[in-house]
């Protein structure tokens, strides 16, 4: 407990409890890694005076810290090493059928190997994913990037799927962002807001429905909305749908690793925003993204743009 009230940084974030915002942080004190809360509350003897106490605790969480860290690396070990078997049985597979050596109903059997071999692989994709998110391993590469033409590029790489499933996807941007530019990873954003409207396309009752994709400014966040005309999610379900391999009893017959909304989860913490769900069963569902805005400086020399028309170009599925 010393440590905390003579660490710099946790001073700070004392100050900041007493002002009303509650803490959570990390004390490295080798070789004991140390959690640390700070939870503002009113003085039970003056309700009206707010914030005037702080109730501080320490947890210590080697142990936990430890346990995951080996998960880690075992999760990342084990997907890497599955991919070489998984790859040989797919050569050998195809040239079964390649060479005509099967009958008819065994190759039948062989387009249900392949049809497993790659819902393999994506799951061994996506626990790459996340765990190359959870150790830190992957690096964000922010770029000043044109609004309206990564969300045009974005609804564009999704008209297959939303075409299949006739359902229709609509961008709505907010008229302050107007030809604007902001800046973030494009490959990640493109990541984190692809499976959300994936997620939604897949959800959608097929034809008619309709998904649409907002973005506005709000503050200091540019905040992304996937609202779709699915069946909902219940208040039970939405607590764990970021969690890890899980997905509700209504959407288990629909293929999915369990894993897209994890990625999500941390993909939106790894860019320093949060991403929320609101949903009523029956009602459809909502994720909302918030990202720090974040808008380029303009280059010496350089001309501003000129404003375009906030409509964004998006071919009919």
């Not at 509650?22 to 640390?36: S, Y």
């Not at 994709?125 to 765990?131: G, Q, V």
Request: charged residues 20%; proline residues 8%.
């Amino acid at each position: 407990m010393a440590a905390v009230f003579r660490e710099p940084e946790s001073l700070r974030r004392l100050e900041d409890a007493y002002r009303g915002t509650a803490a959570e942080w990390i004390l490295l004190r080798d070789p004991r890694t140390l959690q640390v809360r700070a939870l503002p509350f009113p003085d039970p003897f003056l309700p009206d005076a707010a914030h005037a106490w702080v109730l501080v605790t320490v947890d210590d969480v080697t142990r936990q810290e430890a346990l995951e860290t080996t998960r880690q690396k075992f999760i990342s070990n084990a997907s890497h090493e599955l991919k070489t078997p998984v790859t040989s049985i797919r050569i050998a597979v195809e040239n079964l059928q390649e060479g005509a050596m099967v009958s008819a109903e065994a190759d039948g059997n062989l387009k249900i190997i392949l049809r497993s071999l790659d819902r393999m692989t994506m799951l061994l994709d996506d626990i790459s994913e996340l765990s190359r998110i959870e150790t830190g391993a992957l690096r964000l590469v922010p770029a000043a990037l044109p609004l309206e033409a990564f969300l045009a590029d974005l609804l564009g790489n999704l008209q297959g799927q939303a075409a299949a499933r006739a359902v229709a996807l609509r961008a709505d941007l907010g008229p302050e962002l107007a030809g604007r530019m902001f800046q973030a990873d494009p490959l990640r954003l493109t990541q984190l807001l692809e499976n959300l409207l994936s997620n939604a396309i897949k959800f959608s009752p097929a034809g008619g429905a309709e998904v649409t994709l907002g973005v506005a400014l709000e503050g200091p966040w540019l905040v992304w909305t996937v609202a779709d005309q699915g069946p909902g999610i219940s208040a039970q379900d939405a607590k764990r749908v970021f969690e890890r391999f899980y997905r509700a009893p209504t959407v288990r017959a629909i293929p999915g690793t369990g894993l897209g909304l994890a990625i999500v989860k941390h993909l939106a913490l790894l860019m320093g925003g949060e991403v929320t769900l609101q949903s009523e069963p029956g009602h459809g569902a909502v994720f909302t993204f918030r990202l720090p805005w974040s808008e380029p400086r303009p280059e010496p020399g350089a001309t501003a743009a000129q404003p375009r028309s906030p409509e964004v170009p998006c071919p009919a599925p």
